[in-house]
């Protein structure tokens, strides 16, 4: 466990000889942590900023196959995707969790349910299971009551997963640290050591303590995601990624209502947008579009976004008069993506990459759900220069195995709750309820957080800063926006208590987390003056933008997909009757 007090002895530790060290805490630097933990590496991870604070923590917060990457011919892909989405789902009910989807099917969409019918069916067979299956208009409004029934002739239903993001990123650290790794927040990757064009060492500088240490471990992983060039860079190498930012729009729940995720193409560019339940929120993502600003400043969502996405709300959901005053909060994330020059960001491949570069190792590219394979895909590149004391296997599981009892004394939490604690935090779930105050053990009021998890967050997990702990610990930051300003009181009491905080420190950190918070998870300034003005101005925009003889190749694109689905399709159903007769000739020989 991280506490406060200790990070002094951590850093302490850092002179220590290391197997490894790996330089970002996000869901990659933390899988291959886990890892390199468990093949026996003296490891070492450290991150810049928080925990999950980049891309990780800014998701979608699905855990899926990608059922549009079959579309981009990215089998594979989708396959390893669907492979590791159903292990998660088996391991970590709780944190990860099985979602409804809706696709939708309009008359102004031309082969729409031929093509999802086929890619469904495509993406099931991959997945060794059948699940899809299409609805009548009638029948598809009573799973979205209050969808645009103009046009519509009905739609697809099948499943997918939800996660926290951050959280996983967490639970995967802390069991790498309860087994013997060594993480550590807000210390900077200042300079690679380089000798005769290798890289031997890494200058590391505690951006809290301003303390710098040269350590030299025998192995160094740059997983900083879309940072990864910066290292890359010291060593001459050119430029692999192309950042893309992805932003969402949070809503009530009441006020937008859906039971399950909605899918369905943008009118104005045929781009697939989701709207979805989450934390008792709703959230509507995602954008893709590159991002050219700082990747130190905290990513924002634009004008052009808000408007494209509240563009799309309005397509689907008419009815519900839903407008920016409606809007909680907003995030944006950006994505390592591996550049090959498409001019249509989507188009570009979520493949990733391991490079070997003057002793440089870099992992960049992929997706949260595929953590695992990135992570043993490293693993193969380091055991060729420094063997590991335990073979690696990917036949043991992604996250350690909780009884599901392990609450079954706690008889005044729901069954609902014991499980989002056992998924969220595995084998420490007891210790967030033990360590709650009198009347802790309740949920923070509009929200599916229990104020012990604050406590347990900023008493355990590696808190530095406000916004470490409400929006990565916790996601109240997201859920509640600006009314968690009425609980202040409350977790100022809880952050001096864990952490030691002074009025004069809450004053300073409260302060710290307004701005940060209206800056980067609201409204932008110039937008929160113009209200209903900025669909008018900004769909304008994107309705120029949007030429006939580009929806016309989009159609082509689609039709051609189709094709690409039905023969894949074709091929694949020879292939298990193949597989099938194959197994059923060995049967027969034994």
């Not at 050591?193 to 505690?206: P, S």
């Not at 809503?251 to 934390?279: C, K, N, T």
């Not at 990917?394 to 014991?418: A, F, H, M, R, W």
């Not at 082509?556 to 894949?568: E, N, V």
């Amino acid at each position: 466990m991280w506490f406060s007090m200790r990070r002094g002895e951590i850093w302490d530790s850092l002179i220590h000889e290391w197997d490894i060290l790996i330089i970002g805490g996000g869901i990659t630097g933390a899988g291959i942590f886990r890892e390199a933990v468990r093949a026996g590496y003296h490891t070492l991870l450290v991150d810049k900023k928080d925990f999950a604070w980049g891309t990780s923590s800014r998701s979608t917060k699905l855990v899926h196959g990608g059922l549009r990457y079959l579309k981009q011919g990215k089998v594979s892909l989708t396959r390893m995707s669907i492979k590791e989405r159903d292990i998660l789902l088996e391991e970590a009910p709780g944190l990860i969790d099985p979602l409804g989807f809706l696709l939708t099917v309009y008359e102004r969409e031309p082969s729409a349910r031929w093509i999802f019918e086929a890619g469904l069916t495509i993406y099931e067979l991959l997945a060794l299971q059948w699940g899809h299956q299409y609805y009548d208009a009638n029948d598809f409004r009573s799973f979205a009551p209050y969808i645009k029934t103009n046009g519509l002739e009905g739609g697809f239903r099948y499943g997918d997963a939800k996660t926290d993001d951050s959280r996983l990123v967490l639970r995967v650290i802390r069991e790498a640290v309860r087994d013997g790794g060594v993480a550590i927040n807000y210390v900077n990757a200042k300079e690679l050591i380089i000798k005769d064009n290798q890289v031997k060492g890494l200058v590391l500088a505690d951006e809290v303590d301003k303390k710098s240490i040269a350590i030299f471990p025998k192995i160094i992983v740059n997983a900083t995601g879309a940072w990864a060039d910066r290292l890359r860079g010291e060593i001459n190498m050119s430029p692999k990624l192309r950042p893309l930012r992805g932003s969402h729009l949070i809503f009530p729940s009441w006020r937008l209502p859906v039971a399950q995720a909605v899918s369905f193409l943008h009118p104005y560019d045929g781009r697939p947008v989701m709207i979805l339940p989450w934390e008792g929120i709703t959230l509507v993502g995602t954008t893709d579009v590159d991002h050219y600003e700082d990747l130190d400043i905290e990513p924002s969502i634009s004008q052009d976004e808000i408007a494209y996405l509240m563009a799309a709300v309005e397509s689907v959901f008419p009815s519900l008069n839903i407008t920016i005053k409606d809007i909680l909060s907003t995030f944006s994330g950006v994505r390592p993506v591996i550049g090959t020059g498409k001019i249509n960001p989507s188009e570009e491949s979520r493949d990733h990459i391991v490079l070997d570069e003057n002793g440089l190792i870099t992992v960049t590219g992929g997706k949260l759900t595929t953590f695992r394979r990135i992570a043993l895909d490293t693993l193969k590149v380091i055991e060729k220069k420094v063997p590991p004391k335990n073979k690696i296997s990917d036949n043991v599981s992604v996250l350690n195995q909780i009884e599901k009892s392990v609450l079954d004394n706690y008889p005044g939490l729901s069954e609902t709750c014991k499980r989002k604690l056992v998924g969220r935090y595995g084998e420490e779930a007891p210790y967030i309820i033990d360590g709650g105050h009198i009347g802790e053990n309740q949920y923070v009021p509009g929200s599916k957080t229990l104020w012990s998890e604050i406590r347990w967050g900023a008493k355990c997990e590696g808190v530095i800063h406000l916004d470490d702990l409400l929006l990565r610990r916790v996601r109240l930051g997201l859920t509640l926006g600006r009314e968690i300003q009425q609980y202040y009181p409350k977790i100022e009491e809880i952050c001096h208590e864990e952490l030691g905080w002074n009025k004069t420190k809450w004053v300073e950190e409260k302060n710290r987390y307004e701005e940060l918070w209206l800056k980067h998870y609201f409204l932008p300034p110039e937008i929160s003056m113009k209200h209903n003005h900025i669909k008018a101005e900004s769909m304008a925009h994107y309705k120029k933008n949007i030429k006939t003889s580009d929806r016309e190749i989009l159609n082509i694109r689609l039709i051609g997909s189709a094709t690409l689905f039905i023969l894949f399709l074709i091929s694949t159903i020879f292939f298990w009757i193949y597989r099938l007769k194959r197994l059923e000739s060995k049967d027969h020989m034994f």
